[in-house]
């Protein structure tokens, strides 16, 4: 990489250049600058697949790639403790800015030692930018060049959202990973609409760059563009040119069926830095993450682990399991006979009492136990990255996890 480095400088120093050259070569220095500043170490490359194996450096640890982030929206993650959280092998966690904006307020929490401080956590934090949460209130959100406004869903008063607020707030979190302010439309979608969200998401993306004043705070950029091959493409490319730690993939799965989902990250993936980290936002299911790490997706969230788990699904390597039903109610046997969490430790048929007893430490187990199975899966993805044979690991995964989910899909 110095290498490369160097040679940039020397034609940079070697006379006039084409102005597409001496863009290309600007906006390869600051992504020198920026993937040096919050270092992502790549271990290993699958040869067959796109999938690889890394360690990305923020200020409060390392996270090993591929990595699922569990989503704490609160300041929680729904029903764990902290220590509940770490033993299922989470590097990072997610943290909700249009949540802890409205309630406790992100100047309460700055004064009490940012979400680390507060909450008791002190490894890695990703905030979101707030504007997933924006498009969830559909109707009730009014998006202009300036921002967005919309109706608190605690007192229903007005709120405004700029670029620069959402910076602001996720500097005041202190999260080591801050997201950018985006635009996302629903699908299906005019190409005129989401062209238009997509080019505003690059004007909101160079507001939040030139906003920022964290220095310990790593900042990633989102691809938009909905199911649009030329505007995905865009989307990247203009995000680069102004420069940021690492990249994610927005605006997915909002609707669209699972194989768009894959041929958007085939366009993506191929058109983002090979030497920062890719951020797929919101996905998925077990077999979602298998199939984004072969095309060379780093990091994933989603609620579907602990919010399934609140609901008595079971995540298993065989497909989910309904916890409710009545063949667990003599069955001795633990969820996942190798699953080293607290919740297999006691049986189906204790779990299934708990959930139909109504009692509250049905959802904290099946959490623990749902978090824990996507921290294997991802533990077992980078191991067969480094051993070079994530080609077959994903077939496997296909014919596990596709098989066992016809018919009963999680929720
Ligand atoms: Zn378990």
């Known amino acids: 990489m110095l290498a490369k480095s160097y040679a940039c400088l020397k034609s940079w120093d070697s006379g006039p250049a084409p102005i597409d050259e001496i863009i290309a070569q600007t906006t390869f220095r600051f992504r020198m600058a920026y993937s040096q500043r919050f270092p992502f170490q ?62 406790p307020g992100s100047e309460l929490i700055a004064e009490l030692g940012g979400l680390h401080g507060f909450m008791g956590w002190d490894r890695p934090i990703l905030t979101d930018s707030g ?73 909101w993306a160079q507001r939040c760059q030139d906003s920022r004043s964290r220095s310990q705070q790593a900042m990633f950029g989102i691809v938009q563009g909905g199911l649009d091959p030329g505007l995905r493409q865009q989307s990247a490319e203009g995000l680069q040119r102004i420069g940021f730690d690492g990249y994610a993939i927005g605006g997915l799965s909002v609707g669209e069926e699972p194989a768009e989902m894959y041929r958007m990250l085939e366009v993506v993936c191929p058109v983002l830095p ?13 077999i979602d993450l298998v199939e984004g790490v072969a095309r060379g997706v780093d990091m994933f969230d989603c609620v579907m682990p602990t919010r399934n788990g609140r609901n008595a699904l079971a995540f298993t390597a065989d497909g989910p399991l309904r916890m409710r039903n009545q063949c667990h109610a003599r069955d001795e046997s633990p969820i996942e006979a190798d699953c080293p969490c607290v919740a297999c430790r006691h049986s189906r048929a204790y779990i299934r009492h708990l959930f139909q007893a109504d009692e509250m430490l049905g959802p904290t187990l099946l959490s623990i136990h749902n978090l824990t199975f996507y921290q294997r899966l991802m533990a077992r993805a980078r191991q067969a990255i480094e051993r070079g044979d994530y080609g077959s690991f994903l077939l496997d995964q296909r014919r596990r996890l596709m098989d066992a989910n016809a018919g009963q899909e999680p929720v």
Request: hydrophobic fraction near 35%; proline fraction near 5%; avoid cysteine.
């Open 131 to 203: 504007g997933f949460q924006i498009f969830s209130l559909g109707d009730m959100t009014k998006v202009s060049e300036q921002g967005a406004t919309f109706k608190s869903h605690l007192d229903g008063s007005t709120v405004h959202l700029r670029p620069e607020d959402s910076v602001r707030i996720q500097q005041e979190l202190g999260s080591d990973i801050a997201m950018v302010l985006d635009h996302v439309v629903a699908l299906p979608a005019g190409v005129d609409q989401v062209r238009d969200a997509m080019e505003r998401s690059l004007r």
């Open 42 to 103: 790549k271990i290993a490359e699958d040869p067959t697949t796109s999938a690889r194996r890394g360690i990305l450096n923020l200020p409060h640890g390392q996270v090993q790639t591929p990595a699922f982030m569990p989503v704490g929206t609160q300041g929680t993650v729904k029903g764990l403790t902290i220590d509940q959280i770490e033993a299922t092998g989470a590097d990072i966690i997610l943290g909700n800015t249009y949540h802890l904006s409205l309630r």
């Open 274 to 286: 090979t030497d920062q980290p890719r951020y797929l936002m919101g996905v998925g299911r077990p």
